[in-house]
C-alpha cells in the first residue's frame, strides 16, 4: 500500500513569508498528526484531525499556524508569518482510528529552512 | 507528569557488536510503548511496539525490546549490529485514553563502526 506523501521535501523561505505544507495519508486512515521536529529533539504535535475535525491543537502556534484536513483527506498545514525558530523538519502521520492504540504511519517530512 | 526518557543522547558501537538502547517512562496509565527509527532524511519507522501480553516483543530488522513494569523500562536491544542501523532511535508512550497522544524521548543517536 502507499505510504504517507508530503510535499514539498525542502522549502527555504526568508522570516515573515507564508509557506504551506501538503499531506496525503494512507488511503482509509481516519487520524492524521502534524508534527514538528527541531534537530536533536523529539518530534512534537501540532495538530490531530479525526476525520476533518480537529481533536487536539493545544501545541499549535495559532497566531501564525494553520491547518485545515479537507474532506477528511489531505491536509495543509500553513505558517504565516515564518519566523526563524520555525525552521525544522515538518512530519505528517496517519492511523486507522482514534479508537483503540493504532500505529502511527509516517511520511518522509518536510524541511523548512527559515532565513 | 508523563514523559519518557532516552539517558543515552548518542552511542557508538562496532559493527557486529550487541546494542541496547536505555528508554525509561512516566506514565500514571497503563502504558503502550513504541520504538521508532529515523534514517537520515527519512520518516519514523516503526520498529516494535508493546501494548499487553508477552514483555518481550519481537520487532523488524532484527530488534527486541523488553517491558519492565518494576523499572518503568523499555529497552531495545539487538544482538549483532549492522552498518545499515545507524540511525535515530526513538521510544514513545501513550494510553488508551489521552487522544492516544504519543510522548517522546529525545532519541539516541546510533553510529556503527565498520
Known amino acids: 500500500e502507499a505510504g504517507v506523501a508530503q510535499s514539498p521535501r525542502y522549502k527555504i523561505i526568508e522570516k515573515r513569508q507564508s509557506v504551506a505544507f501538503w499531506c496525503n495519508p494512507i488511503?482509509?486512515?481516519?487520524?492524521l498528526y502534524w508534527y514538528q521536529q527541531i534537530l536533536g529533539q523529539g518530534p512534537k504535535l501540532l495538530i490531530q484531525?479525526?476525520?476533518?475535525?480537529?481533536?487536539?491543537d493545544s501545541q499549535l502556534p495559532k497566531d501564525r499556524f494553520s491547518a485545515e484536513r479537507l474532506k477528511g483527506v489531505d491536509s495543509t498545514l500553513k505558517i504565516q508569518p515564518a519566523k526563524l525558530e520555525d525552521s525544522a523538519v515538518y512530519l505528517c502521520?496517519?492511523?486507522?482510528?482514534?479508537?483503540?492504540?493504532?500505529?502511527?504511519?509516517f511520511g518522509p517530512g518536510t524541511r523548512l529552512t527559515v532565513l | 507528569a508523563q514523559s519518557v526518557t532516552q539517558p543515552d543522547i548518542h552511542i557508538t558501537v562496532s559493527e557486529g557488536a550487541s546494542l541496547e538502547l536505555r528508554c525509561n517512562y512516566s506514565?500514571?496509565?497503563?502504558?503502550?510503548l513504541f520504538w521508532y527509527v529515523q534514517s537520515p532524511g527519512q520518516g519514523l519507522q516503526l520498529l516494535l511496539k508493546?501494548?499487553?501480553?508477552d514483555t518481550l516483543v519481537q520487532g523488524i530488522k532484527g530488534f527486541e525490546a523488553e517491558f519492565k513494569r518494576s523499572q518503568s523500562s523499555f529497552n531495545l536491544r539487538k544482538p549483532s549490529v549492522h552498518w545499515s542501523d545507524a540511525a535515530e532511535y526513538f521510544c514513545?508512550?501513550?494510553?488508551?485514553?489521552?487522544?492516544?497522544?504519543?510522548?517522546w524521548g529525545l532519541g539516541t543517536s546510533l553510529a556503527v563502526n565498520p
Open positions: 502521520a496517519s492511523s486507522l482510528a482514534l479508537a483503540g492504540v493504532n500505529e502511527q504511519f
Open positions: 488511503s482509509g486512515h481516519a487520524t
Open positions: 484531525f479525526q476525520n476533518n475535525g480537529v481533536v487536539d
Open positions: 506514565y500514571g496509565a497503563t502504558p503502550y
Open positions: 508493546y501494548f499487553s501480553g
Open positions: 514513545a508512550v501513550t494510553n488508551a485514553g489521552n487522544n492516544r497522544k504519543l510522548i
